[in-house]
């Protein structure tokens, strides 16, 4: 056990993403549903997403961003103890989309599961991978967050379906014997009471799936969205202030937020509330939409990649979801 005694610290050591090659504009959903370019811009920030093309499906998104997440850690797969994939896209009910990533990446010394949080999915795991490490039960953790959001979203209900985009992300978490080291604090919430607020309706045991309720459509993701919009700006707000105050930091120390891509009000409104100046809080919404769990780590990935998250950098994560759940951590970059 690591934290009897021999203090350690769970450290981020790589990072991958991947989106599939498909674009959807706004311009084409305009086509599809009554919508526009003006009316999803000044609403909701995004201009683009990704779509996997017909064969392609959320484990190779997976596997993508995790063999990039890997090859950036240096470590072979062997080395990897465990896999979560944070997903509300399985291939198939059953098994869990981590077993065809954990075949695929050939992590043959892993466990693995999926962890179903919704948007928070990859907050929710990345508490998980700490946990498991400080617990002393894992060495090196494969975190995936990922996502078809194209199969689950109904085509035809303009409030939703304009929304969301394909893609995963990954980070590698590695135990390093030192206290204070990397991810410094991890915060989740959840209130199941507001579950009916963003939900599928039918395809689990309470209602499975019939010629009746697929042709009702209720197959599909569906969203009070006006009102998940105030929560999100709440919950968000408060669990990254407990976050920073786990870490022993203030909002002051934080050099980058990166937060859930869920819409750009709701982004600038939690930067708003936190203190945060629009210049440290990193927006890619407008190329990919709202890739659910895969958000964050895409957003993260793409930070390092040109150079805005620096060795040493504090990084504050905050995401919010259905359930609703909520989840936030601070990490140092230590790479
Ligand atoms: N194009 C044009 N008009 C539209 C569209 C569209 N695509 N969608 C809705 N409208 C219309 C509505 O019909 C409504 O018209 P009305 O006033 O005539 O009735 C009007 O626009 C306003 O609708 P609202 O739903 O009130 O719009 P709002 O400003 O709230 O924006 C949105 C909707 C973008 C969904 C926003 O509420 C939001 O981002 N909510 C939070 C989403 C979120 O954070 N989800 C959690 C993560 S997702 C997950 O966990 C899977």
Redesign the pocket.
């Known amino acids: 056990m690591c934290n009897a005694g021999s203090p350690c610290s769970a450290v981020i050591t790589g990072a991958g993403a991947y989106v599939p090659e498909k674009v959807m504009t706004n311009e084409e ?1 305009s086509k599809l ?4 370019d003006e ?2 811009t000044t ?2 920030g995004i201009k683009t997403r990704y779509f996997a093309p017909e064969g392609v499906y959320t484990s190779h998104l997976a596997i993508n961003a995790g063999r990039q997440a890997i090859e950036d850690a240096g470590v072979n797969p062997e080395d990897i103890d465990l896999l979560i994939v944070a997903t ?1 896209c399985p291939d198939r009910p059953l098994p869990s989309t981590a077993c065809f990533v954990q075949h695929g990446l050939g992590l043959t010394n892993a466990a693995c599961f999926d962890l179903v949080a ?3 999915g990859f907050v929710y795991a990345l508490d998980t991978a700490k946990q498991y490490i400080l617990a002393g039960s894992a060495k090196r953790v494969l975190v995936i967050g990922a996502e078809t ?1 194209s199969r689950i979203i109904d085509w035809q209900d ?7 985009g394909d893609g995963a992300g990954a980070v590698v978490v590695e135990r390093v014997d030192e206290p204070g080291k990397g991810i410094l604090s991890s915060k989740i919430g959840a209130n199941g009471g507001l579950s009916e607020l ?1 939900r599928i309706e039918t395809g689990g045991t309470a209602e499975p799936l019939t010629h009746d309720n697929l042709d009702e459509r209720r197959q599909y ?1 569906k ?1 009070e ?2 009102v ?2 105030k929560h ?1 700006v709440r919950n968000m707000s408060e669990i990254a202030t407990k976050a920073v105050e786990a870490a022993g930091l203030t909002l002051e120390d934080i050099d980058w937020l990166v937060p ?1 891509q ?2 750009t ?2 982004i600038d409104a939690v930067g708003r509330q936190l203190g945060i100046d629009a210049s440290k809080v990193v927006v890619n919404i407008q190329k990919f939409g ?1 890739t ?1 769990a895969a958000s964050i780590p895409l957003a993260l990935k793409e930070a390092v990649t040109d150079g805005r998250i620096k060795k040493g950098d504090n990084v504050l994560i905050v995401a ?4 609703l ?1 909520w989840g936030s951590s601070v990490f140092r970059w230590e790479k």
Request: aromatic fraction near 12%; charge should be positive; charged fraction near 10%.
């Open positions: 959903w549903v009554d919508t526009n009316w999803i609403r909701t509300i919704a948007c928070s959001m303009r409030s939703s379906c304009v929304l969301f963003l993701v969203m969205g006006n998940v919009f999100a859930h869920a819409n009000r709701i709202n659910t919010f979801g259905a359930g759940t």
